[in-house]
């Protein structure tokens, strides 16, 4: 019993998880996966700001709208809010999205990743104002 607790205690997105069905279950762990290398930079929990901001609540937010975070002057200056198609064209070029930005990750060029993380982000978000939590 020690034990699943402990792999429950490791695996943050459990309960996200149990509440989708199959197809999905498998679409958020690619969107996992594909989110990986964001997490070095990005907190998915909405909580911390780490050298990027965090990304829960994103949808529906204008770029470089937290407060207290120090944005580059593009995303500060930046009119774009993020939605799917946006945020799409963005992970797929951000420099051609928000000109200066200092986004250090490459591009992601594959459009199924893209299209995985984004429903990953989406399914957090969903998760988060469904039990009430806030993002930053």
């Not at 809010?81 to 060029?109: K, Y």
């Amino acid at each position: 019993m020690l034990a699943c607790f402990a792999v429950a205690a490791c695996d943050p997105y459990s309960e996200v998880r149990d509440g989708l069905n199959p197809a999905d279950r498998e679409r958020f762990a690619r969107g996992q996966r594909a989110a990986t290398p964001c997490a070095t930079c990005h907190d998915f929990a909405g909580q911390a700001h780490k050298v990027g901001p965090p990304l829960l609540g994103l949808f529906g937010r204008r770029a470089g709208a937290i407060k207290d975070f120090p944005y580059s002057a593009a995303f500060r200056q930046s009119s774009l809010e993020w939605n799917d198609r946006s945020l799409d064209a963005f992970l797929a070029n951000p420099q051609a999205v928000i000109p200066g930005n200092r986004m250090l990750s490459p591009p992601m060029t594959e459009p199924g990743a893209r299209s995985d993380f984004i429903f990953f982000l989406r399914t957090l978000d969903r998760q988060s104002m469904d039990t009430g939590a806030e993002s930053s």
